[in-house]
Each structure stands twice: as C-alpha cells, then as structure tokens.
C-alpha cells in the first residue's frame, strides 16, 4: 500500500497543533519478532535495540523480554548510549521468538520549541568549537557519490551559500520530502540510498530519515539517525511497526527530532531506543544463523503501541 506524506503548514515557530504540553503519557509496546526456520539451525549471537531510551522526557517503568530457545543475556551500553542486549543461545531451533513488552511514562512535549542564539538564527551558520569536535562525526556524509542529485533535488529550496532562515531551512526540507515521495511499508532489510530513493520516489521510514540525514549533512548541519516507535502509527501509516526519523543539532537547542514521512517535528509520540550517525546500524534485531541453504528464515513482525 503507498501512502502519500502528509502536507504540513507549519510555521517558522515550529509548534505541531497539538492537546497540551508536559502531558504525561503512559504508553505499552509489544514487539515480537519470529524467524521461522526450514530445518533446525545454529543460532549465532543477535543483538537488540528495544529498549527505550530514558532521560528527562521518558521513564521506563517496566519491561519484559521473553525469548526462545534457551538463552543467556547481556546488557551493555555502547557509544552512544543506546542500551543494547547480546543474546548467546543454548541449543539449536527451527525457530527463534523474541518478545519485548514495556510500559513508559512519556513527558515529552507537543509543542515544540525552537530557541536559538542570533548567530544561528541564520544559516549557514557555524558551531562552536568545543561542540564542532563532537559533532564530527554526525557531519560526514554517508553517500558523497549522491551529492550532486541532493544538490539538484532541494535547489528549490537552498542553494549552497545562501542565505536563509535556519528553522525555515529545516522545516522546508522536512516537508518537501514527506509531500513529494511516496511512503510505502518495505520489509527488506537495510535502507535505500537518498539516490534510490530519490529516483524511486518511494520509500518507508528509515529510507526517508536516511535522505533528510545525508540532505542536512549535505547543507552543513550535524544529523542522526533515530529507531523507535511511533503511538499513532497504526492510524497514519496503516499498521502498527517500529519507526525511523532523524534528529538535527542546533545551538542552544539540542538534538532536535525532524519525522520525514509526516513532515511534521517529534512529539511526545515518538519513543526512541536508540540513535547512530549511520542508519544500518541500530535494527531492533540483528544476527545471524549457521544452516544449509534450506533453512531460509521467514520472518514476521507484530507491534503494538498503545496509550494507556
């Protein structure tokens, strides 16, 4: 099924219409994950991204992880603090099942905004110093070889150079892909390159995110990649899943969150578990298996986020 992106008017103050702000959400997530084996197999260790991130706008108050075969578990942090948990398993399966479930209480605000110095407020701008050495990494581009098509595509909009309203900027970009390119769910793994999405003019979450990030990069600001999920997503992309956006640091502001498929900034809707510079790296899921070439997976999904 294909999806337009939803038409934003957003203005330069960047508030989402919204109920309240401060409004405490207390949100459930069930996620499971089956991968069904022709034969029995050796399971090698997988790695999962499921846990919500906390801080001041989200606070974990449970969380149930239920998996199948035997197992033995290890929580660790990585670089970016994202809490990943390596999974080791005891004895070969035909199957593999991996169920999360966790409650959160949501502080996060419907209205968002955007406060920033007025040597910022105008872009191209520069970061500081002691941040512009942190902020390396989120700057390199990903898919230099997609520049000029980049470059063509948001001519529109900036052109290297120019002069223009940062949050203007960001928000133009922000909606042009989500009005312009057609969303459609895709169980492939990986993402599409902002080329092939470009020349496609479709793609699904992460494709979309992974765009708005080599876009940014391609301007000059520092930019993620973000994996969660999404409380509405089951009423504006048609089924329930895990999410994909991005997020753009700004001076005095932060880590901001820029959702490409809607258009729209990040609410208190979105749940992130975890964030990277590089969009291939944080699946919820991720391993690898030992068997003959019979015992090719089929893999299905199920999420469901609801308020409760």
């Known amino acids: 099924m294909l999806l337009m992106g939803a038409p934003n008017s957003q203005s330069n103050s960047v508030r989402n219409s919204a109920r309240h702000k401060d409004q405490m959400r207390r949100i459930k997530i069930e996620h499971t994950t089956c991968y069904r084996?022709?034969?029995?197999v050796t399971l090698l260790p997988h790695t999962l991204h499921l846990r919500p991130r906390e801080g001041h706008d989200i606070r974990l108050e449970s969380s149930r992880l239920d998996i199948s075969p035997a197992f033995e578990i290890r929580w660790q942090r990585d670089v970016y603090s994202n809490s990943v948990a390596v999974v080791n398993f005891h004895e070969p399966a035909s199957e593999l099942i991996i169920t999360s479930e966790v409650v959160v209480e949501?502080?996060?605000e419907d209205l968002v905004d955007i406060v920033l110095p007025d040597n910022a407020k105008r872009f191209p701008f520069l970061y500081d110093p002691l941040e512009q050495i942190d902020l390396s990494p989120y700057k390199?581009?990903?898919?230099p070889q997609n520049h000029r098509v980049i470059q063509e595509w948001i001519?529109?909009?900036?052109?290297?150079?120019?002069?223009?309203?940062?949050?203007?900027?960001?928000?133009a970009l922000n909606n042009k892909i989500a009005n312009e390119l057609m969303y459609r769910v895709r169980e492939e793994p990986g993402v599409q390159s902002p080329g092939e999405t470009l020349s496609l003019g479709t793609g699904s979450c992460r494709d979309f995110a992974t765009l708005y990030i080599e876009i940014?990069?391609?301007?000059?600001f520092a930019s993620r990649f973000i994996s969660g999920y999404l409380l509405n997503e089951g009423d504006v992309y048609g089924h329930p899943s895990t999410h994909a956006w991005s997020e753009v640091y700004l001076p005095d502001s932060g880590w901001l969150?820029?959702?490409s498929t809607s258009g729209l900034m990040v609410t208190g809707e979105h749940i992130a578990t975890a964030v990277h510079r590089h969009p291939e790296s944080i699946p919820p899921v991720a391993g690898a298996f030992l068997g003959t070439p019979k015992a090719k997976p089929k893999l299905s999904v199920e999420v469901t986020v609801t308020q409760l």
């Open 106 to 108: 949501h502080y996060g």
């Open 140 to 143: 390199l581009s990903l898919y």
């Open 37 to 40: 084996y022709a034969e029995a």
């Open 155 to 171: 001519a529109d909009i900036w052109k290297p150079q120019e002069s223009i309203d940062t949050v203007e900027l960001l928000t």
């Open 257 to 259: 969150g820029f959702d």
């Open 216 to 220: 940014c990069r391609y301007c000059g």
